[in-house]
């Protein structure tokens, strides 16, 4: 593929040389990774090699969101079974190199070795914006808020695992959400912007699903919160979904992961002021689904009863439940 440009300000040394070079910002830096291992994040049957660089790269670009941050720098490991054609590599790059110039980031270096499985991971720099976001800063009486719909990308995987048609009219909305992300960077360096620290509280992205992540954020801040079933932002094809399997449709989208929006508690008149913005639109736009509280466990309110949110589709090698 050839050099790839500097491309901004500050890189001093990309691909090409042994290592990587940039100048130190007044602002912190932001460094984030992850890692997709085939077999385990992608199979060939759901998603092509564009597809999973796309998604490694969302992955780590909705990372750098929930933290405020501009992306800056990608460093690429890809790891590659001896037989794997040339035309997959560069789909794979396709992909992965066709969001990162949507939002401005260099692939600046990496490596290429020889792998039993193939695999990917990427490393991603951002400079962050006047204020760190963070998981920790909840407070009591805040509301909960979520960008875009949720549990389509995981309605994608479901429909794979109960042997539905994924070319059906609801799977083309699910493909489309599992293939291609899009990361709420332009929503997270708004919540970095607003002037007053007391407009925001916690904030993180939404990567394993609301089931989970809630409780995450609610840990980290030593709070609880009540979401309310009615309110969470579903898709159409997710009720027609959830009506076909006769399950509720809250339940649905709790448990799909990988919605790579972003999960964040306010002030009221913080979330009243951000629905109106051009970055709740790009996000996908913005729902109030629940409120901060001290004395309860993390809640859904459903059909007239508090449940426990259900267990989420998959566990990191079965974590325990931080709820």
Not at 107 to 130: H, I, K, Q, Y
Not at 230 to 235: G, I, N, Q
Request: glycine letters at 12%.
């Amino acid at each position: 593929r050839g050099k790839t440009p500097l491309g901004r300000p500050g890189l001093l040394l990309g691909i090409g040389d042994d290592a990587a070079a940039f100048e130190p910002w007044q602002r912190p830096v932001v460094v984030t990774t992850d890692a997709v291992v085939e077999g385990v994040h992608w199979r060939h049957d759901l998603i092509g090699a564009d597809g999973v660089g796309h998604r490694l790269l969302a992955a780590n670009l909705s990372d750098l969101a929930a933290m405020g941050a501009q992306p800056l720098y990608g460093f690429l490991n890809l790891g590659l079974r001896p037989e794997t054609e040339v035309a997959w590599v560069d789909d794979f790059l396709d992909g992965l190199l066709g969001l990162a110039g949507c939002f401005g980031l260099t692939l600046a270096g990496g490596d290429v070795v020889r792998s039993a499985a193939n695999f990917a991971s990427l490393t991603a720099v951002g400079r962050a914006g006047p204020r760190l976001l963070r998981r920790s800063d909840a407070k009591a009486g805040q509301v909960v808020v979520v960008s875009g719909p949720l549990g389509d990308a995981g309605a994608y995987v479901l429909m794979s695992e109960r042997g539905l048609a994924i070319d059906s009219e609801w799977g083309v909305t699910f493909r489309r959400a599992f293939h291609r992300p899009w990361p709420a960077i332009d929503l997270g360096r708004a919540l970095a912007d607003l002037e007053s620290p007391a407009a925001m509280g916690a904030v993180m992205d939404l990567s394993d699903g609301l089931a989970i992540d809630l409780p995450r954020l609610c840990l980290a801040s030593g709070l609880r919160a009540i979401v309310e079933a009615d309110k969470l932002p579903v898709s159409t094809a997710l009720w027609n979904l959830a009506e076909a399997l006769d399950l509720p449709v809250w339940e649905l989208a709790v448990r799909g992961g990988e919605d790579f929006g972003l999960l964040f508690t306010c002030p009221e008149e913080t979330a009243a002021g951000l629905m109106r913005s051009t970055a709740a639109e790009i996000a996908g736009g913005l729902t109030v689904i629940g409120r901060v509280t001290e004395d309860q466990r993390v809640l859904i309110r459903a059909e007239g009863e508090s449940l426990a949110l259900p267990r989420p589709q998959f566990v990191h090698f079965g974590a325990a439940d931080p709820r």
